[in-house]
């Protein structure tokens, strides 16, 4: 089963900064099928980033991600009040698909 | 609109069944895979359960956790993804959230959770 390290475990900013979140995984994930999700307190997942970088319906340009292998990193350009919540990355290429076990973007 | 809801949550003592409902509304539902997660009290999610369209043969996979113990399928007549769940242990203690696709996880519902104490 592929590990996801998410790091940091904390992440405090003010709003207008620039996030960068990273999600390293124990092996190669198979054809960057990594995706990132956004959840608030209370609330269901939400479908950010698949594929390593595409963006899923709806979602704002200020969402980005990167990587390959086993180094990926989710960036929020300019963080807007309600982009603060936890973020987790996923596996999709190898089953068992695995998540990591999260971030949490807070207000500073 | 797409919806998800789920149902059927509740506490149980450990070792009893509990059967989960996912009735689902605003897409196809028979041309979807449909998945379970689970999130355990102030923890991360952990996936537990796919089964495939009837088109693809509505195969299922299992994580290991659950693996024996719990049985998705679907009624495509109903739109309604089921999570049947056998022998709880204290730790399926979670919300539980139904999803479409099978690895990768688009509409969610806003989960049931289930607490599984004597």
């Known amino acids: 089963e592929i590990v996801l390290t998410q790091s940091p475990g904390t992440l405090s900013l003010s709003p207008g900064e620039r996030a960068t979140l990273s999600c390293r995984a124990s092996?190669?994930?198979?054809?960057?099928?990594l995706a990132w999700y956004q959840q608030k307190p209370g609330q269901a997942p939400r479908l950010l980033i698949y594929?390593?970088?595409s963006r899923a319906t709806g979602i704002p340009d200020r969402f980005s991600g990167s990587g390959s292998g086993t180094d990926f990193t989710l960036t929020i350009s300019r963080l807007e009040p309600e982009d603060f919540a936890v973020y987790y990355c996923?596996?999709?290429?190898?089953?068992?698909?695995?998540f990591g076990q999260g971030t949490k973007v807070e207000i500073k | 609109e797409v919806q998800l809801v789920e149902s059927g949550g509740g506490l149980v003592q450990p070792g009893r069944s509990l059967r989960l409902s996912c009735t689902v509304s605003?897409?196809?539902?028979?041309?979807?895979?449909m998945s379970w997660v689970r999130q355990a009290p102030g923890k991360g999610l952990e996936w537990v359960a796919f089964?495939?369209?009837?088109?693809?043969?509505?195969?299922?996979e299992y994580a290991a956790s659950v693996k024996g113990r719990f049985t998705i399928s679907r009624d495509d007549s109903k739109s309604i993804a089921y999570l049947q769940m056998n022998s709880l242990k204290t730790e399926d203690t979670a919300v539980y959230f139904c999803?479409?696709?099978?690895?990768?996880?688009?509409?969610w519902g806003q989960g049931t959770l289930v607490t599984v104490s004597s």
């Open positions: 999803s479409s696709g099978w690895r990768l996880f688009d509409y």
């Open positions: 605003g897409f196809t539902f028979g041309d979807y895979a």
């Open positions: 089964i495939r369209s009837t088109a693809y043969g509505g195969t299922t």
């Open positions: 092996q190669s994930v198979r054809r960057s099928y």
């Open positions: 594929g390593a970088s």
């Open positions: 996923q596996q999709y290429g190898s089953s068992p698909w695995t």
